[in-house]
């Protein structure tokens, strides 16, 4: 530190005050002309960057969501479509809103939307519909492609589902695309503003090309696989969503609510390989501590933005991921996502983590309050320029001009300056460190909140005679408490209603905190400081204390996120302090006390008393063979048999991968139960049937058998038979009886394969044969060994299914056979497995090739190429049914 201090105050005095501070920027334009001036020369928009990726990588995954995928071909055919459509529908030319979901054909939308050459405006479906209202009118958006048209019934504006646009008549229906200028607006964004309404920020194609362009010179890996996370209306999702689909790579659009999951989260980053990811950083410190071992080590690189990156982040990446690069970004909307950017290695200097330097192409300034470049050291106004740069705001050339200036130290590129309101300074090593807001702006949950704008909106309800909205100071995290005077009483309930129908949920203060008058300073203004020191002193009405063992529980995780004491069984989590980042810790520590907790499950019930009789419900069910993994979808139901352990939880990922069909599994009796175990396969059968026909009462019916479960699905297609009903059978890996995995035939040829390996792989071969000797004698012995009950009745009933198995016949068949085989070292094992089935059936053996081995094809890296064979059959079984 001192030598860097050296070196400092020498460049000073060697360069002066004012050349020293200049420099950083200067040297970061001078070296940064490659990617604006050379990468994409003659690249005019988006569209036109994009056609090149598909002539160059057709039928390369371009989206994948759920089980379905596009190929960059199917994504420009599908989006080309559109377009042409909306340039029917829209000839005036005018700005498009985008309000949906996540999905594959929310991206096709949005590249539409840019082809037909207008610029789009994302809206947060989870946006109340005041402020959604306002933002069309000051947008002046022609269409709104939505996914539902009753959120739009009071606003005027036209609506049209994506389905009508494949329906829109080619009759007079334009031949071609329009050609696209790098001036032409690409998107509109919306962030909050201090006059009480939000300010729209206009990018053009030149700015999107532009900052996705430096992305390709400053980071050293390129997205393979790109987890977007982002809701589409936030500026963040841009990053991802261009930078990955604009130079080849796979954009996985993760679920929504998927980062409140972090153990489920982890799993999808593993199991599609996801190389990138961007997010905030409290989001990912969350992420590296909850996520189950063995997971995340697919990521190369990591990228924290929207808040200020904590010591403690940086020390858990690398200590838990050593290959993977860790980065810190800096960007307002205004200066189309990013500005700053550097790598964080462990060990940083100082207490502050830095911000690094301008992005190649960028340069950055700080000024102090005369509007002269700030010394050394000195905190001052950070300021951005080059082409990243918005023009301004839209509708607003006053202030417009308030913070888009001059720069009197560039040109070209950088002739304007943008005064980002974030105060900075350089360090010793040339540096930026972020030091706050000058204002009183700050960011929750990553998005821009100006306090002002909640203030306005206050202060102009009824009955509202004055109104002032601070961060308080006694959280960990912001929390917006909104202090206000009025003549009327009891006025908390009407007051959040009001502003829950104007402003977005995370704008929404957590606390309405009525005052007789406010504090105030010698010159009559409102003593802000007085108010964010004050202790909460939450009002409350008088409610039911937790009384059940699981409301109690439920309470000690609800007290964590107030100070309001005590909590009551009908208090909501959100509105006590809880958010979707909080959230996180809550389901986390449910899960370990046994309580079953996912994301929606807390949204649809936001009290102890409704949280409370969901879980006891569940408690309270009877035993049942059926187990439900998904319930939606029109195609007929997938019954997933358990195999020789009993369990069936490796199915319970299935039905993100399998398209619009309900997945349900069935499981014995006698594993978690004091039950009787069922005494045949025939018992066992008929049960299963019975379960079947309460969800699907007539056939046809699929259900698949993995191991154990082919002689139960052997009895279950009998019993239909005899019923006259039609049953589809996939087979996973499986020979048509367990009985023939000990014939002379099929030990010679396993032994043989065992030969294979070991002389290929000896040390490899070994081991895991020696790991296969502790796991039989460890499960002849748990029985005796275990000192868990549950152990004990899981180990009973994994022998009771092998004995069931071994005395019962395997009867013939007629069904066709689906039958899914890994790769074998001795390839008379598949011979063997396929013609086991042909003796069986007289219907016919369709085999599909599935990579991975026996036990592994339902973990985590198998998962979807398992699945994908199974929704193959299914697609097969299908054909043959219409057929």
Not at 649 to 674: C, M, T, W
Request: charged share 25%; net charge neutral.
């Amino acid at each position: 530190m001192a030598q860097g201090f050296l070196q400092l105050f020498k460049s000073v005095a060697e360069k002066g005050v004012e050349q020293w501070a200049h420099s950083y920027g200067k040297e970061q334009v001078e070296n940064a002309e490659t990617p604006w001036k050379n990468l994409w020369s003659g690249i005019n928009s988006i569209p036109e960057r994009f056609k090149q990726m598909v002539e160059q990588y057709p039928e390369k995954t371009a989206l994948s969501f759920g089980a379905e995928q596009w190929t960059y071909k199917t994504l420009d055919q599908k989006s080309t479509a559109w377009a042409l459509a909306l340039l029917k529908l829209n000839p005036q030319q005018k700005p498009i809103a985008l309000h949906l979901d996540r999905s594959l054909e929310q991206i096709a939308a949005l590249m539409a939307v840019l082809k037909s050459g207008v610029p789009y405006l994302a809206l947060d479906p989870e946006y109340p519909g005041g402020r959604l209202s306002y933002m069309l009118e000051n947008s002046e958006c022609a269409l709104v492609i939505s996914s539902d048209k009753s959120n739009f019934t009071d606003t005027g504006a036209r609506v049209i589902e994506l389905k009508e646009l494949d329906v829109v008549s080619t009759e007079e229906m334009p031949k071609s695309l329009p050609p696209i200028t790098g001036e032409q607006a690409a998107y509109i964004i919306y962030t909050s503003g201090s006059s009480g309404k939000p300010k729209g920020v206009v990018i053009s194609h030149s700015n999107l090309l532009y900052s996705t362009a430096a992305r390709l010179a400053f980071y050293p890996d390129q997205p393979g696989v790109f987890y977007w996370t982002s809701s589409l209306s936030f500026d963040s999702s841009k990053a991802g969503l261009y930078w990955t689909l604009l130079q080849g790579g796979h954009l996985r659009i993760a679920p929504t609510r998927s980062e409140q999951d972090m153990e489920q989260m982890a799993k999808e980053i593993e199991s599609h390989q996801v190389t990138h990811l961007l997010t905030l950083p409290s989001l990912y410190k969350k992420l590296l501590q909850l996520a189950p071992k063995n997971t995340l080590s697919s990521l190369t690189t990591t990228m924290v933005a929207g808040e200020s990156c904590e010591l403690e982040v940086i020390e858990i990446h690398h200590d838990r991921l050593k290959n993977c690069k860790l980065y810190n970004e800096y960007g307002p909307s205004e200066g189309t996502v990013w500005a700053t950017a550097k790598e964080l290695h462990p060990k940083q200097d100082g207490g502050r983590v830095s911000i690094g330097k301008a992005i190649p192409g960028t340069q950055v300034y700080v000024l102090d309050r005369y509007g002269q470049l700030a010394s050394p050291l000195q905190i001052g106004e950070l300021c951005i320029s080059g082409p990243g740069l918005a023009e301004g705001y839209l509708h607003a050339p006053e202030l417009t001009a308030e913070k888009f200036i001059p720069n009197p130290w560039g040109k070209d590129d950088f002739k304007k300056l943008y005064k980002t309101g974030d105060q900075a300074r350089w360090n010793t090593k040339g540096e930026l460190e972020f030091f706050g807001r000058k204002d009183q702006q700050l960011k929750i949950r990553g998005q821009r909140v100006e306090l002002e704008e909640i203030q306005s909106i206050l202060s102009n309800l009824k009955g509202i005679s004055e109104a002032c909205v601070v961060i308080h100071q006694s959280s960990n995290t912001p929390l917006l408490v909104a202090y206000f005077t009025s003549d009327s009483k009891d006025l908390e309930v009407n007051i959040r209603e009001k502003l829950q129908n104007q402003l977005p949920a995370h704008m929404v203060p957590k606390h309405l905190l009525q005052l007789e008058k406010f504090p105030l300073l010698p010159n009559g203004k409102v003593d802000r400081q007085s108010l964010r020191g004050r202790p909460l002193q939450i009002q409350t009405t008088e409610g039911t204390l937790p009384e059940t063992e699981i409301q109690k529980q439920l309470a000690v995780l609800f007290e964590e996120v107030s100070t309001k004491r005590p909590v009551y069984v009908e208090d909501d989590y959100f509105d006590l302090g809880g958010d979707s980042i909080k959230s996180i810790e809550l389901i986390a520590k449910a899960r370990s006390l046994g309580m079953n907790i996912t994301p929606n499950i807390l949204f649809k019930y936001p009290t102890i008393q409704g949280l409370s009789h969901y879980l006891e419900a569940e408690q309270e069910e009877a035993w049942d063979y059926l187990v439900k993994f998904h319930d939606q979808g029109t195609k007929r139901p997938l019954f997933c048999i358990h195999a020789g352990g009993g369990h069936v939880f490796f199915y319970k990922e299935l039905h993100k991968f399998i398209k619009n069909r309900p997945v349900y599994a069935l499981q014995p009796s006698g594993a978690y139960e004091d039950q009787e175990l069922q005494p045949t396969i025939n018992a066992m059968a008929l049960d299963y049937i019975k379960s079947m026909k309460k969800v699907q009462a007539q056939g046809p019916y699929t259900i698949l058998v993995y191991c154990f479960s082919a002689v139960v699905g052997n009895e279950i297609c009998r019993l239909l038979r005899e019923e006259s009903q039609q049953i589809d059978v996939i087979v996973v890996d499986t020979m048509t009886s367990p009985a023939n995995l000990n014939s002379p035939k099929r030990l010679k040829m396993r032994m043989q394969a065992f030969g294979s390996r070991l002389l290929r792989s000896p040390k490899r071969t070994l081991y895991y044969w020696t790991i296969a000797r502790y796991s039989l004698l460890r499960m002849r012995y748990q029985e005796k060994a275990a000192k868990d009950e549950e152990a004990r009745k899981l180990e009973r009933l994994r022998r009771h299914l092998m004995q069931l198995s071994q005395g019962h016949p395997f009867s013939e068949m007629e069904e066709d056979i689906y039958l899914l085989l890994t790769k074998k070292d001795h390839r008379a094992v598949n011979r063997e497995t396929v013609a086991s089935w042909q003796r069986t059936t007289s219907g016919k053996v369709r085999v599909l090739r599935v990579p991975g081995e026996h036990m592994t094809l339902f973990d985590d890296g198998f998962l979807e190429t398992t699945s994908e064979a199974i929704q193959e059959s299914l697609n097969q079984i299908e054909n043959a049914t219409e057929a």
